[in-house]
Structure formats: structure tokens, C-alpha cells
């Protein structure tokens, strides 16, 4: 006889967070802290990079490996990560085998310079983007769906006037439920998909701007941060993209752009 058994462990999936300070400090610590608090998102692996705005473009510092947050990173690897733009994930995998290849973010080097992207969410029309790309000579170091959308948008840049554009572009060719967090050398980028299903909230302290993905547990999120850098916040209207940078601390991807 077969019997059905209850799994006791949490399969929250995954959480993305992202921030930007605008005095120029580092951010490290802070999405540390941001990523601990969504810990019960994924247990599987993890991981921050970060990046100067004053800096060279093409520098990024990412740390990320197996294993629970406050295992991967100590006090002496936060300290070694300077930036103050930054993007952090914590994973339970949903496509893709759970390895360290596969951990987030993703930080991708073209000719633009940098792409930092970090992804909660499940496409529909993964594999047929992957072959799309494959055919065109794309080699892709993962198997997961993060890479297919990181690829799409370093592509769109290259035709793009900015990297929101880019952002925009991709969006339109990916289906399916998704939360993004998209960090170029210069600006942060938050997404979210058209139906809703992914929640991305928006917090503003007294300078920094950041993005955890976290869909019920919006009071978790206002405790954890308030005290520190958070003021209040709000949720990413659907299929809408949001924008930081320095001309604009929080702007709409030009005006409320629909991706």
C-alpha cells in the first residue's frame, strides 16, 4: 500500500533583495540582514554582489554558495564586499538542480559592462528562449531560468538606449510568474510580472533605496528593517518596472512602463 506523507519542511521557493544607497556606503551588510530576514524563502543556497557606482564598470564583488545565510558569509567577507549598489538571493530551486552553479545572483560581464540579476519565479517559455539563444551561440554556465532572462536583457541592451529599456524589452518575450532585481553598474532595477503573482515590495529609508521580494510576510519585513534604513513602503504594481538611481532616487521606468 502507498501511503501519502506531509513534508514538514518550508518550500517558500526563493527571495530577492536589492538595494541602492545613495551616500555612497556600502551595502553589504545590509542586504545581509535583508536576506536573513527572508531566510524562510529557500535554504538552499545563497548569496549578495555588489558593485561601486563611483567605480569602474566593469567590477563587481559576488560571494554566494550552499547553505544558509549566516553560513555562507562571515564578517570578515562582508567587510571585503564594497559597493553601494547591490542585489542578494536566497534559493529553494524550482528549475534547475540544486548546486552551487546554480546559486544567485547571476553577475554576467558583455560589452555594456555588468549585469547583476536576481530572480524568484517560474517561466513557462523557458526552454524555447534557452534554444533560441543556444542556436545563436549562447553557452550558458547554469540551468536555470535566471540565466535565460539575464542573457535576454544583456541581448536588448545592446539595441537599447539604457538598461531599463533592455529590461522592458526582455520582459515582453518571457511568460510566466516572476519577481526580478536587476543591478546594472549604475542603476537598480526592480520588476515584477504582469499578473501579480510575485509580489515585489519597495522600501525608502533615509537614503537608500531596496526591494525584497516577500509576499505575505509584509509586516516581517517592515519589523526586520524598520529601525535601520526603512521608513515605510509599498508593493510593485504588476507588470510595471521600477527604476533607482542617482539623477532620480526612485522613478518610474519611463513614466509607468508596462513590461
Not at 564583488?61 to 564586499?81: A, C, P, R, Y
Not at 532595477?189 to 515590495?201: E, N, Q, S
Request: hydrophobic share 35%; charged share 20%.
Amino acid at each position: 500500500m502507498e501511503k501519502n506523507t506531509l513534508s514538514h519542511s518550508l518550500h517558500e521557493e526563493c527571495g530577492v533583495f536589492g538595494m541602492y544607497d545613495l551616500d555612497g556606503n556600502d551595502v553589504a551588510s545590509t542586504i545581509y540582514y535583508g536576506l536573513f530576514a527572508l531566510q524562510h524563502r529557500g535554504q538552499e543556497s545563497c548569496g549578495i554582489a555588489v558593485s561601486d557606482t563611483c567605480g569602474p564598470k566593469g567590477k563587481v564583488t559576488v560571494h554566494k554558495d550552499m547553505g544558509l545565510v549566516n553560513e555562507v558569509f562571515t564578517q570578515d567577507i562582508l567587510d571585503s564586499m564594497k559597493g553601494d549598489i547591490g542585489v542578494g538571493h536566497v534559493r529553494y530551486s524550482t528549475a534547475g538542480a540544486s548546486t552551487r552553479e546554480n546559486a544567485q545572483p547571476l553577475v554576467l560581464n558583455y560589452v555594456k559592462g555588468t549585469l547583476g540579476l536576481a530572480h524568484n519565479g517560474n517561466l513557462i517559455n523557458a526552454n524555447d528562449l534557452r534554444k533560441e539563444l543556444e542556436y545563436t551561440g549562447a553557452i550558458f554556465q547554469t540551468t536555470i531560468d535566471s540565466e535565460v532572462i539575464a542573457y535576454h536583457i544583456a541581448r536588448e541592451r545592446l539595441n537599447s538606449k539604457t538598461v531599463e529599456e533592455a529590461v522592458k524589452l526582455a520582459a515582453k518575450k518571457i511568460k510566466g510568474a516572476y519577481a526580478l532585481v536587476v543591478m546594472s553598474p549604475r542603476k537598480l532595477i526592480g520588476a515584477r510580472d504582469p499578473f501579480g503573482f510575485k509580489p515585489l515590495c519597495i522600501g525608502r529609508g533615509t537614503t537608500p533605496i531596496f526591494w525584497p521580494r516577500k509576499p505575505v510576510l509584509w509586516t516581517l519585513w517592515e519589523q526586520s528593517m524598520s529601525g535601520t534604513y526603512c521608513r515605510g513602503g509599498r508593493h510593485n504594481h504588476p507588470g510595471k518596472g521600477i527604476v533607482s538611481d542617482t539623477s532620480l532616487s526612485s522613478k518610474r521606468a519611463g513614466g509607468a512602463v508596462h513590461l
